[in-house]
């Protein structure tokens, strides 16, 4: 299944809400496939760090959305990312590592 921009902002923003804090602290990035990005570029963890991602039609769509919440949002472009049809949005537990941290 595959999201709007529209649907990928809205579950984006609601996560970042849900979780309580700002903006900055998460990091966002695109590719083409996330779940290597995520988990094997970026060191997240799967079991204490905050993250998901979403698959978008295609790789115009994924840029939509990353640059309202890179340059709207100013969330922080997360190092590994590339151009791709995959957006994925993650936060280091704040009590295990920084955000930046790899």
Do not use: C, H
């Not at 979780?19 to 990091?27: A, I």
């Not at 905050?50 to 698959?55: A, D, F, N, R």
């Not at 590994?80 to 280091?92: A, E, I, Q």
């Amino acid at each position: 299944m595959v999201f709007s921009p529209q649907q990928v902002k809205f579950e984006f923003l609601s996560y970042i809400k849900e979780f309580g804090t700002e903006p900055s602290g998460w990091r966002i990035g695109s590719g083409v496939n996330a779940e290597t990005a995520l988990f094997e570029e970026n060191g997240v963890d799967r079991e204490r760090d905050i993250w998901l991602w979403k698959p978008l039609l295609s790789p115009a769509a994924a840029a939509i959305v990353l640059r309202y919440m890179t340059e709207q949002l100013k969330i922080p472009l997360a190092e590994t990312s590339v151009k791709g049809p995959m957006l994925y949005l993650f936060r280091r537990n704040p009590d295990e590592a920084p955000v930046g941290a790899p």
